[in-house]
């Protein structure tokens, strides 16, 4: 059985830093693209982040260069540091990864982490 945890979150003030760390466990064959998704109060999910299994990545507009997403294979891990926090980052942030275990393959979700920035 494949599972995400993420970690990472907390209350951070406006123009600090948080580092949310997306650890994969079971029988796993290969991650293949993974994401970050971030869901405000009140607003649909929504992808902030994406990298391939290649490492190539991708950013929302209102992320880039202020975030980015990076992976270490080894320790089946995905990483999302942001910088610069703004209030409007303040959400839920799940990650999410098309997994393909020994069994069979599939997109997981973990149970997200909570992030929160002050004004």
């Known amino acids: 059985q494949v599972q995400l945890v993420e970690s990472g979150g907390g209350l951070v003030p406006a123009g600090g830093s948080l580092r949310l760390s997306c650890a994969a466990s079971g029988s796993i064959a290969r991650i293949n693209t993974v994401g970050w998704y971030r869901q405000a109060p009140g607003k649909q999910r929504e992808l902030v982040a994406g990298?391939?299994?290649?490492?190539?990545?991708n950013y929302v507009d209102f992320v880039k260069g202020r975030f980015s997403i990076s992976r270490d294979n080894a320790k089946n891990t995905i990483y999302l540091q942001m910088n610069s926090l703004k209030p409007e980052d303040t959400g839920v942030y799940y990650c999410?990864?098309?997994?393909?275990?020994?069994?069979?393959?599939?997109?997981?979700w973990g149970q997200g982490t909570q992030v929160t920035v002050s004004s």
């Open positions: 990298i391939t299994s290649g490492g190539s990545t």
């Open positions: 999410a990864a098309d997994i393909a275990s020994r069994a069979s393959s599939g997109y997981y």
